[in-house]
C-alpha cells in the first residue's frame, strides 16, 4: 500500500506512513498485554485483524477482544477508525455482534470520534467533487456512510447528544466551533454536514442501548 493512502481520504491524520507487511499466522498478541500502541502502530495493528478476519484465520469473537484493546486509549480508537471507516473491510457496514458491543463499551469516545469521522467525510467529499477527485470523493462518502450507519446502532442518548453538539457548530455556537475552525469548512460545507447530522438524528431510536 503506498504512503499516504489514508492521509488523501482522512485528512486529518497529519502523517505519512507505511502500511504494515502482514503478520504469519498467530503472531497478533493480546492487546491488553502490551503497553498502549501509537497511532500508527495502531494503524498497522488494524490492518493485519481485519486481513485476518476477512480471511477466516481470526473468528469474530477472537477480532473482538482485540478490538477491545485498540478502544481502550485514544490512538488506538482513531487507528481503528481510520481503516474501518475508509478502508475495504465490510466490518462496519454490519458490524457483527461482539464487535458492536465493544464499541459500546467504548462509550462517549467512541461515539464522539465516529461523529468527528462523519462531520469530516462529509465536508471531504463536497471538497473532492469541487476538486474533480471522484475517487476520493467517494472515499470520504464510505467514511460518511459508514459512520452514519454506526451512529445508529451506539447508544442513542450519547449519540444524540454529540450530534447536537455538533449541529450547534454549524450555527456558529458552542463547543465544536473550534473543531470546524480547525478544518477551514466553508458555509456549504457546514450546510452540508448540518443537513447530515439531522438525517442522522432522524434515524435515531429513543431509549437506552441494547447493551446497557
Request: charged content about 15%; some cysteine; glycine content about 8%.
Amino acid at each position: 500500500m503506498p504512503a499516504g493512502k489514508w492521509a488523501a481520504v482522512y485528512p486529518s491524520c497529519g502523517i505519512l506512513w507505511q502500511s504494515a507487511k502482514p503478520a504469519a499466522t498467530g503472531a497478533v498478541r493480546n492487546m491488553h498485554q502490551e503497553h498502549p500502541l501509537s497511532f500508527a502502530e495502531a494503524i498497522n495493528r488494524t490492518e493485519v485483524l481485519l486481513q485476518q478476519w476477512q480471511a477466516g484465520a481470526m473468528t469474530t469473537e477472537a477480532l473482538a477482544q482485540q478490538l477491545a484493546g485498540l478502544l481502550s486509549s485514544a490512538d488506538g480508537r482513531r487507528g481503528f477508525f481510520v481503516v474501518a471507516l475508509t478502508g475495504p473491510s465490510p466490518l462496519l457496514d454490519q458490524p457483527p455482534t461482539p464487535v458492536l458491543e465493544q464499541l459500546h463499551r467504548g462509550g462517549e469516545a467512541v461515539v464522539d470520534l465516529v461523529v468527528r469521522n462523519l462531520a469530516m467525510g462529509t465536508a471531504m467529499a463536497l471538497e473532492h467533487r469541487r476538486q474533480g477527485h471522484g475517487e476520493q470523493a467517494q472515499g470520504s462518502l464510505q467514511v460518511q456512510r459508514r459512520a452514519q450507519a454506526l451512529l445508529t446502532q451506539l447508544d442513542p442518548l450519547a449519540v444524540r447528544q454529540r450530534l447536537d453538539q455538533l449541529l450547534a457548530a454549524t450555527e456558529g455556537h458552542g463547543a465544536d466551533v473550534a473543531f470546524l475552525e480547525r478544518w477551514n469548512y466553508d458555509a456549504a460545507q457546514g450546510q452540508a454536514i448540518a443537513q447530515v447530522v439531522a438525517a442522522t438524528q432522524g434515524s435515531l431510536t429513543w431509549g437506552k442501548s441494547q447493551f446497557v
